[in-house]
């Protein structure tokens, strides 16, 4: 065997694998066994456990439960619910075709789908009788909706927690005075922001869905971020920003990822409209590997950044992951479109980039 294959296999497989690891876990969170593990004040023996739920446990189960606010439980949840699975199936079609899978599947995008609830009738002649029988329903599109925002806030952790510097500490947020997170979903990144040391100055705006932004109140109390420090924006960036004072820095966290490249210009367009004179747009965002490079696919936290950025694909309007020098080009050509300039480059330990672009008149 050639030097190097045996650990090439072993990725590939690790990744192909991820499709039985990922469903075991999502049966493990959906019959509510870190739950039940973690809310026993006896000691609970694997007896019971497989008499109530029929799995088997680990100690470690207890990074899975969902009742303390996000978790990994959250993640699997998502990843591994019948939605995701169902765009899954739908994706062969959808790379032949150039459209999106979630959409082939469910008939409507991601965001309507959490977001219309009540309000636009899901009705999809494909759905199987194998797949959970809810979904589509009111009920379990808020379910839906509640476990999305929990386990983005997560994944936002996750990426927080990046060695150092972390997203923290590797900017000079010091520096700005009104930042406005888009797309910032319950807060996480803002909040972690304004309790930076020496950045008690500062004041943040976040925008999202209206209900997104319902639950980032809760967040941001629940973080001691006092009212007076957050201005909380419901609306879609499509739209334009409503009622909003001037910043002079704006942040998209793992967000333009969901746009095509019109969609971007769309969004930069109308971020410019609030920007001060030499504002700061900062995309933030994980890369993915170059290619050849399989030293870096899988990050500390055992994300498959390349797997990952398939999954963006299948859920959004053929948006994607990309690498930092396909991050690179891509400013370029937005800054083409809309009067930015790409100004410097952020690295985290092994978290996310951060690119800072500056408007330009
Ligand atoms: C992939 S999540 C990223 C959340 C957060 N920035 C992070 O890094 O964890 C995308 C977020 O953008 C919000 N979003 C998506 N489309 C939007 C739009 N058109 N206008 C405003 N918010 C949007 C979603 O509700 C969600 O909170």
Redesign the pocket.
């Known amino acids: 065997m050639a030097e190097g294959t045996f650990a090439e296999e072993k990725l590939v497989s690790s990744m192909f694998s991820g499709i039985w690891k990922s469903r075991c876990l999502s049966v493990v969170v959906s019959l509510g066994v870190p739950e039940l593990l973690c809310n026993s004040i006896t000691p609970v023996n694997v007896q019971e456990i497989a008499e109530r739920t029929g799995c088997h446990t680990d100690e470690k189960i207890y990074k899975l439960r969902r009742d303390k606010g996000p978790s990994l439980g959250h993640i699997v949840e998502y990843y591994g619910s019948d939605e995701v699975w169902a765009a899954m199936l739908a994706f062969p079609e959808a790379v032949k075709y150039g459209d999106t899978a979630f959409e082939r599947a469910h008939g409507m995008n991601l ?1 309507d789908y ?2 219309t609830a009540g309000k636009l009738e899901y009705s999809v002649p494909t759905k199987s009788e194998n797949m959970a029988s809810d979904m589509g329903t009111n009920q379990r599109r808020l379910e839906f909706a509640q476990n999305y ?1 929990c386990a ?2 997560m ?2 952790q996750m ?1 927080l927690d990046s060695t150092q510097p972390s997203l923290a500490t590797v900017y000079p947020w010091v520096k700005c005075k009104r930042i406005m ?5 319950e807060g ?2 803002l909040s972690q922001i304004l309790k930076v040391s020496g950045c008690e100055h500062i004041k943040g705006v976040l ?3 209206p209900d ?1 932004v319902e639950r980032a109140k809760l967040f941001l109390t629940r973080e001691n971020i006092a009212d007076n420090r957050v201005t909380l924006l419901k ?4 739209d334009g920003i409503p009622n909003c004072k001037e910043v002079d820095t704006i942040i ?4 333009l ?2 746009f095509t490249e019109d969609g971007m210009v769309k969004v930069m367009e109308n971020c410019r409209q609030v920007l001060a004179r030499r504002g700061r747009f900062i995309i ?1 965002n994980s890369c993915n590997p170059e290619a050849r490079d399989t030293e870096h696919n899988v990050t500390k936290t055992g994300l498959q950044q390349g797997f990952r950025g398939i999954h963006v694909m299948t859920m959004s309007k053929m948006g994607h992951f990309r690498t930092k020098s396909e991050w690179l080009n891509l400013i370029d050509r937005l800054c083409s479109r809309v009067a930015f300039q790409l100004n410097a480059v952020y690295e985290t330990g092994d978290g996310p980039t951060l690119f800072e672009l500056l408007k330009c008149e």
């Open positions: 965001y959490i977001h925002d983005m806030s994944l936002s990426d997170d888009i797309g910032g979903g996480q990144l925008l999202d869905f997104v609306g879609d960036i499509l998209v966290k793992n967000f990822v969901i933030v």
